[in-house]
Every structure is written in C-alpha cells, then in structure tokens.
C-alpha cells in the first residue's frame, strides 16, 4: 500500500498542473453537486414547513351558534387529513385585530367584537389536501367564506417541483462530468507511461500487477477531490449556523425524518465521499480496460 501511494505521488509530482486541474476540475464539480443536494433538501424542506403552517380559515355567520362550530372542529378533528383544528372567537379575533392595528387608533374605535366573525383554523398533514377541504367546508350551512392563502401555496409548490426536476437533472450531469474527468485523467497517465508500461509487460508483469497503480489513482483523485469537497460544505454549514441565516430552528426534513442541519451536512458528507470513492473506482475500471494496451 506504502509503494502505491509513493506511486501515485510520484505521478502528481510529474505530471504537477495536469493533476492538480484535474483535482480542482473534480473538487469544484463535487462542490456544486453537494450544493445542488442541498438546495433540493432545503427546498423540500421549506415545503415541510409550509405545509405545516399552512391552514384554511373557515368564517361563520354570525348567527351560528358556538356549540354547532365546536361540535364542526370535532368533525374536522376527526378527519384524517387534519393535523389540527383552532377556534378563534369573536373576541379573539377583536383581539388579533387590535394587535394588528394597534398605531391606528381611530380603526379601533369603530370597530367592536360583535362585527368579526367566528373562525376555525384548519391545518392540513398535506397541501395536497387543501383544495379539497376548502371545497368540502364552502358548502357547510353556515359557514360565510373559506380562504387560504392558494395562489402562494401552488406557486410555491410548483417552484419547488422544479428546483427538485432540475436538480435530479443537473446531479446526474456532475454525476457524468465527474466519471469523465476521472477517464481523462488516467488516459493520459497510461499514453503517458505507454513505454514503461510495455516494458513492464514484456519482463513478465501480471495485469493485475499493471493495472493496481492505475487503480488506485483513479480512487485516490476521486476520494481526494470529494473529502475536500466535503469539508468546504462542512464549513458552509458551520459558518451559516452560527450567522443564523436559517433563524432559531435549524433542522432540515430528509423524507419524514427530522434532523439537525449540521448532522446532515456531515451525512451529505459522507455520501460524497463514498461516491467519489466509486466514481474513481468505476472511472479507473473504465480507463483500465478501454485505454489500457499492451
């Protein structure tokens, strides 16, 4: 293992700005694509949190009695589509407006409890849901308008469709751009030792004996190139940790499981290292076999 490393070192000390391209070509093309990942996380993740904030408003007339508006909100409980139902009375919702209009004092004046209307405040598990339940709950007797915020929810939902599409895209593509650097770079490593490598062969060196080194390059770029990769997004990570650009809460949705920011930087992390490790694998396995002649 000693002598292969001294071999691969070897190689980079000969061959110094081809190799180093090289490296900074597959180190940037890694950085965008951890980058690319974490845009699709976070976006999935602010849809997460849409949908968890995300309600329909459900006003009644005033001559709706309270017990027939609770005896709904156990209704509504009670559907598996909701996460939760809230009643805002008349005078909570006086109260919220007095909040909101508390520098404009005149409004105040001429506006009383028994003018705002009785709401409940429905929260769906999916924004799929939304449009179906605003449906359902528009024809209810007694119920005088149902709103919800539907064009910021479909714009946002359909923004974030694309980033997701564009994204799986553009992975697949540095996927590519990476495997092919790789087969660049060992190509010119074996029409650059063509003559030692025949050479080799004719005194009685074995394939395997032949190919390893290469082998070994090919992982040792691609490793390389994803572990210095990782630790800029690591630091990315810390840095916009502790400038609080993502406010107090800092976790992220990865599918249904919930976790700190950080732990899924260091995640992402070990993923690209694993996939540099492979793409140099696979690129060097390539190179090997289609470049290699004796």
């Known amino acids: 293992m000693t002598k292969i490393f001294e071999n691969i070192i070897s190689t980079i000390k000969k061959e110094k700005l ?3 391209s090289n490296l900074l070509a597959m180190t940037v093309t890694f950085i965008v694509l951890g ?3 974490e845009v699709i996380i976070y976006s999935q993740t602010a849809l997460k949190m849409l949908e968890q904030q995300a309600q329909i408003t459900v006003f009644f007339k005033d001559d709706v009695p309270e017990e027939r ?3 709904l909100r156990a209704q509504f409980q009670g559907d598996g589509r909701i996460l939760d139902v809230t009643y805002v009375s008349k005078e909570d919702a006086f109260e919220i407006f007095k909040e909101i209009n508390k520098d404009e004092p005149v409004l105040l ?17 999916n924004l799929s849901s939304l449009d179906e339940l605003a449906e359902e709950y528009q024809v209810i007797d007694g119920v005088e308008e149902v709103k919800y915020f539907e064009d910021v929810i479909e714009r946002f939902r359909y923004w974030s ?3 997701y599409v564009v994204g799986i895209v553009t992975l697949f593509t540095l996927f590519v751009i990476s495997y092919s650097v790789i087969i660049v ?23 395997r004996y032949v190919k390893k080194p290469l082998m070994y390059q090919g992982i040792f770029f691609g490793g390389l190139s994803a572990l210095i990769a990782s630790l800029f997004l690591i630091l990315g990570s810390v840095f916009t940790r502790l400038l609080g650009v993502f406010g107090a809460d800092p976790d992220i949705y990865l599918a249904s499981l919930k976790m700190d920011s950080l732990v899924f930087s260091v995640l992402l992390s070990v993923v690209l290292l694993l996939s540099g490790i492979l793409l140099g694998y696979l690129g060097s396995l390539t190179a090997v076999k289609k470049y290699l002649k004796y």
């Open 161 to 163: 469709s694309v980033i």
């Open 35 to 37: 980058l690319f990942i």
């Open 69 to 71: 508006i609770m005896e």
């Open 185 to 207: 770079t060992l190509r010119t490593t074996i029409n650059n030792k063509g003559i030692e490598l025949e050479i080799l062969k004719l005194v009685g060196a074995t394939d």
């Open 109 to 125: 004046e001429s506006i009383s409890a028994n003018i705002l209307p009785a709401s409940l405040e429905v929260k769906s598990k």
């Open 18 to 20: 081809l190799s180093i």
